[in-house]
């Protein structure tokens, strides 16, 4: 997994919008590093396929010179919990 992070943040350091990389590089931290869901791998499918379509709008917009997407609240309840995982576990 670290080997597959580490080939897109290197492919993001390329894009000049920093703003962009850093919230790509924010879901696919989240996608990667964030553990499967206590009860339910159904729920870990749905949270990494919101985290990654955010991913997805947010390149589009760029491609397209618009405005970041505001963040989906599904996307912002992940971020959330990742950062209390973080916390919790010492983690960066």
């Known amino acids: 997994m670290a080997d597959r992070s580490q080939k897109i943040q ?5 894009v000049p919008d920093r703003d962009l990389r ?7 931290t989240i996608i990667l590093a964030f553990p499967p869901a206590e009860n339910s791998l ?3 499918w749905l949270r990494n396929a919101v985290v990654c379509q955010d991913a997805v709008n947010c390149l589009g917009a ?3 010179d618009e405005p970041l997407p505001a963040r989906d609240p599904a996307v912002e309840s992940a971020r959330v919990s ?3 995982y973080n ?3 010492g983690m960066t």
Do not use: I, K, P, Y
């Open 22 to 28: 850093e919230r790509v590089t924010e879901d696919v």
């Open 42 to 44: 159904l729920l870990t």
């Open 82 to 84: 990742f950062a209390q």
């Open 10 to 14: 290197m492919a993001m350091q390329r």
């Open 62 to 64: 760029f491609l397209r």
């Open 87 to 89: 916390a919790t576990f």
